[in-house]
């Protein structure tokens, strides 16, 4: 599965920034669509998840910051991030799981200042 992520950038601490990722196919909606990040020198975390039924995880650190989203119709999901914190900062991919495959996008970087 080729996944195209996008809408990094700079954000200020606070502020908000959201990320699509699009993936072409029409099982999109079987798909479980993750979100994970790597931050400069750290192992590569999960962000959050969305199963094909709209179920949501994320991790502790984004808990009422981040919202992961899917839109089947247009095969994309997206990571509504509010609240940014310099911690944010790293590159983040989406993920596609399904029949014991996982694919992975090329990285969108962000970027949070103090």
């Known amino acids: 599965v080729q996944l195209q992520a996008s809408g990094g950038g700079l954000a200020q601490a606070g502020g908000s920034l959201r990320l699509s990722c699009a993936a072409p196919?029409?099982?999109?909606?079987?798909?479980?669509m993750g979100w994970y990040r790597q931050a400069p020198g750290k192992q590569r975390e999960l962000v959050a998840t969305?199963?094909?039924?709209?179920?949501?995880n994320s991790a502790d650190s984004v808990k009422g910051r981040f919202t992961i989203s899917r839109d089947n119709a247009r095969n994309t999901v997206y990571l509504q991030m509010n609240s940014l914190k310099p911690e944010d900062t790293a590159v983040y991919y989406c993920n596609a799981f399904y029949n014991l495959r996982s694919s992975w996008g090329q990285g969108t970087e962000v970027t949070v200042s103090s």
């Open positions: 969305i199963s094909s039924g709209g179920s949501t």
């Open positions: 196919g029409s099982i999109f909606s079987r798909y479980i």
